[in-house]
């Protein structure tokens, strides 16, 4: 069974940039859909951005458009999510979902990313105003 394990969260001034990861086990993975949900506090998760499995196919959410960049390496069975200007707004528990069943997944209801899905256990970035 494929398991996901992300990394490279941590604390940040606003303005500043990170790069978290989701390195994938146990399975395939280049032929799905991989997405980043994000939990702030007390909220519900949100779709962040989804990438298709040749990579060709990138999504994202409004607010992260132009400061977020989505890529895999399937040789390495990883996706990145790369963020730049980093906000407060954007502190949240950062979790990455491989959808089993697609190659794409555009979704941003996370009840879409939950039948034949494997999610990670999150990475926790925080951006200090």
């Known amino acids: 069974q494929v398991q996901l394990v992300e990394s490279g969260g941590g604390l940040v001034q606003a303005g500043g940039s990170l790069r978290v990861s989701c390195a994938a086990s146990?399975?395939?993975?280049?032929?799905?859909?991989v997405g980043w949900f994000r939990q702030p506090p007390g909220k519900q998760h949100e779709f962040v951005a989804s990438?298709?499995?040749?990579?060709?196919?990138?999504h994202y959410v409004d607010p992260v458009k132009g400061r977020f960049t989505i890529s895999r390496d399937n040789a390495k069975n990883t996706v990145y999510l790369l963020m730049n200007s980093l906000k407060p707004d954007d502190t949240a528990k950062y979790f990455c979902?491989?959808?089993?069943?697609?190659?794409?997944?555009?979704?941003?209801?996370?009840?879409?990313?939950?039948?034949?899905?494997?999610w990670g256990r999150g990475t926790q970035v925080t951006v200090s105003s």
């Open positions: 979902v491989l959808d089993l069943s697609r190659d794409d997944n555009s979704e941003a209801d996370p009840a879409a990313w939950t039948s034949f899905a494997t």
């Open positions: 990438i298709s499995g040749s990579g060709g196919r990138t």
């Open positions: 146990g399975g395939t993975f280049s032929n799905n859909a």
